[in-house]
Structure formats: C-alpha cells, structure tokens
C-alpha cells in the first residue's frame, strides 16, 4: 500500500521534472555550440594531390588539347569545311558579293572565301611550338586557376600567353598564301580608300591582318573545345595522372 503511495506521488510529479531537465539540456547544448571551436575545413578533393601532381595532369591534357585542335585545323578543309571556325567574307564585302551573285558571278566571291580559309590552313600549323611552350611555362598558381575555373579557363590561359606571338608568326604565312590570289590585292587598295571614307573599318584595312585574326580565332575556339570535352568526360584525358584529377574536379 505505501509502495503504491510513493509511486504514485513519483508519477504525479515527473512531467514537472522531465519539463525542467530538458529546459536545463537545451541550455546546455546552446553553451556547447557557442564555446565550441568551428569544425576544419575539409581539403577538397584537387587537395589531395600535391601542386606537381595537378600541375603534371593539366600539361598532359592541354597539351593533347592544343595538339589535337591544330591538328585538325591545318588538315584540307580544316576551316572551309568546319562551320564553326569557317572564315566568311569581311563584312565591309558582303554587299559586294551579294552584288556578284546577282550577276551570276558568285564564283569569284566563293574562290575568295576559298583562298582566305586556305591561308589559315597553311598558317595554323605555326600555333604548335608556341602552345606547348606555353604550357612547359606553366606555374602551379596558373594550373590551380586552370583546374578550378571556368570551362574555357585554359583557353583564355593560352590566348594570353600566346595570342601576340603568335599573330606574328601568322601573318607572315597567311600574307605569302595570299599574294598569290589577285583578290587580295585589290582588297587592300579599295579598303585603303574605304577607310578614308568611313565605309571600312580600320582593323579590316588589310586582308592579311582580318585572316590572321579570324584564324586565330578559329584556333581559340577548337581549343575551348577540346577542353571542354575533357572537363565533361575525363576519360578522354591522355594520362592516368589527368583522367584522375579531372575525374575528382567532376565529381565535386
């Protein structure tokens, strides 16, 4: 009977209690957060791979990016068959060669576009050296903002560390492709004027520097390409060490 008695006075008294200790353990766990020390950041995955490994796989692969895109450009039809990189009539022409199909005589407007995409086929393959220099030139900081930045990262890499060097030693080319072609010539002596006039603009002034621009531009585009097909699917990376790497950045 007073067994009873006792359990019951417990029983009537408990949510009482339980209502003060779990206040109490709130007030506690509050303390704990705010006293205690913030959890270390994790390493991301590029960071378990030292600064050599990352910096090795990235030359691996832009080195078979910039191999690959020239490769392909300098081949018959590498920019006259690809529309992407196609060099067209310089605008300030067009009207010219809307003028000459009219009469039937779009031919010479074709053979034009022809001699121009032909040139930059011959002068591409000057790109070569000069990219892969780039990337033996290549320092651990420019392959961590390659590795962690946008999908054309390497590629605006590439364009500002080569793009003058590299117009250079176009233009050279592209001038000996054209002075074969009369059109080239007259080209240049009704921009010359045109420039006067204002109907031109000045930087398409001279053939060879409008081709030399465009052609590079086509080189920039394929090698944005190139990678990124790389950063999508890495195993297309050459190199155990790149495939690696570029398989991690994906998986973040």
Request: proline share 4%; net charge positive; no cysteine.
């Amino acid at each position: 009977m007073v067994r009873a008695l006792l359990l019951g006075m417990l029983t009537l008294s408990m949510p009482a209690a339980a209502f003060n200790l779990n206040d109490l353990k709130s007030k506690v766990e509050e303390l704990k957060q705010s006293t205690s020390p913030a959890p270390s950041p994790q390493p991301s995955g590029l960071d378990t791979y030292s600064p050599q490994q990352q910096i090795e796989s990235l030359k691996q692969a832009l080195t078979q990016g910039a191999e690959s895109a020239v490769q392909d450009l300098a081949r018959a039809d590498g920019y006259l068959g690809n529309p992407k990189v196609r060099i067209q009539m310089p605008e300030n022409l067009r009207k010219v060669d809307s003028a000459l199909r009219k009469v039937g005589l779009g031919r010479y407007a074709d053979d034009f576009v022809t001699s121009m995409n032909r040139a930059a086929e011959a002068a591409v393959p000057e790109a070569k050296a000069l990219l892969i220099a780039a990337v033996k030139n290549m320092t651990v900081n420019d392959a961590k903002d390659i590795l962690l930045g946008n999908d054309d990262a390497a590629t605006q890499y590439f364009r500002r560390s080569t793009e003058s060097a590299l117009s250079a030693r176009f233009k050279p080319v592209v001038a000996r492709s054209m002075d074969k072609v009369q059109l080239a010539q007259a080209y240049n002596r009704f921009a010359g004027k045109g420039v006067k006039l204002g109907l031109v603009k000045e930087k398409d002034a001279h053939l060879d520097d409008y081709i030399t621009r465009k052609a590079l531009d086509g080189l920039f585009l394929m090698i944005a390409e190139q990678e990124k097909a790389i950063r999508k699917d890495p195993l297309q990376a050459t190199g155990d060490l790149a495939r690696k790497i570029f398989s991690t950045l994906r998986g973040q």
